[in-house]
């Protein structure tokens, strides 16, 4: 059976997260764990996680991208990545006892026009109707900044639809290419709209209805333990955060970002049933260390205490 999904990375990644704690004037490593990541590969993590498939694409290479195909392979995520000369990055996560979260991400390799050439040929092979396609993460050095905003239309022209979460000039240049859905956290809204704060519901609704004209139809807009918005044409509302203790936050978008595609692809579900299950997905990355995706029990589990402001 063909996955209905199709996650791009552009920019994977080796996570390497660290937990440290003082003593003293001694910063201690407690513990480390590797992952693959980046963050279309870490929506195919959790989509996997909630009993859906995924193909996973974007650039490898080197050893670290062997780790990436290998690490997929075992987690029987299929994927199609394209091969690259230069080696896929490794980060650094180091999480401190209070739970702050400090990400040293690496810019990533070069990528030739002939490497992006390729790939947007592979993508575009698997873009047909019912195909929902995720663009997530950040650009590579080599590909300019309007790579997502020219995918866009040619995936739309094929059929398919797509899910935007990316940020920066890439995410500015993306939104006028209308995809279906845009998530953006609170910090990439405001950089998005040069607002300095999420206005009230009405002013936020007159700001929203610039992306709803170039053919947005849904977007949500994450803002950690403030909750989220979610917004079409015609509703709106706001999430609590569940309060937790939390183990990492990285990768706690993805999972929402997961959590809104997973019930998406579900007949005959509404925007709050979407948004319930999207939150309670994050809930459950946050509850989990490293990058590594929440199971179905608990998102299930969380689900049950989202609630609207």
């Known amino acids: 059976m063909e996955p209905q999904i199709i996650t791009v990375t552009l920019n994977p990644a080796i996570d390497h997260t660290i937990y440290v704690e003082k003593r003293g004037q001694e910063e201690v490593v407690k513990k480390e764990q590797f992952d693959i990541g980046g963050k279309g590969i870490n929506v195919s993590k959790t989509l996997k996680r909630l009993g859906i498939e995924s193909l996973a694409m974007g650039f490898v290479g080197g050893k670290s991208g062997s780790q990436i195909e290998a690490g997929l392979d075992e987690l029987e995520i299929p994927h199609d990545f394209v091969r690259i000369h230069e080696p896929t990055r490794v980060n650094v996560k180091r999480v401190e006892a209070s739970g702050q979260v400090v990400e040293q991400n690496a810019p990533g390799p070069l990528v030739t026009k002939e490497e992006l050439a390729l790939f947007t040929k592979r993508l575009l092979s698997y873009c047909k109707p019912g195909i929902l396609v995720v663009l997530s993460g950040s650009i590579p050095r080599g590909v300019e900044s309007n790579v997502y905003a020219e995918l866009i239309p040619m995936i739309k022209a094929k059929g398919a639809e797509v899910f935007l979460d990316t940020s920066k000039e890439a ?13 953006p956290n609170e910090e990439e ?6 607002l300095k704060e999420i206005p009230e519901k009405h002013k936020l609704r007159d700001t929203l209805n610039q992306f709803f004209e170039n053919g947005v139809e849904t977007i949500i807009i994450s803002c950690g333990k403030k909750g989220a918005w979610f917004v079409t044409k015609d509703e709106m509302f706001q999430t609590d955060s569940i309060k937790v203790e939390a183990l990492s936050t990285v990768g706690a978008g993805d999972a929402m970002t997961a959590g809104f595609v997973a019930k998406s692809m579900q007949q005959n579900t509404s925007l709050w049933d979407r948004a319930r299950f999207a939150v309670a997905a994050a809930t459950g990355a946050v509850v989990t260390s490293g990058t590594s995706p929440s199971d179905i029990e608990t998102v299930l589990f969380y689900e049950l205490q989202v609630n609207k402001k």
């Open 189 to 194: 809204f405001l950089e998005l709209t040069g």
């Open 171 to 183: 995410l500015r240049l993306a939104t006028l290419a209308g995809p279906r859905y845009m998530k």
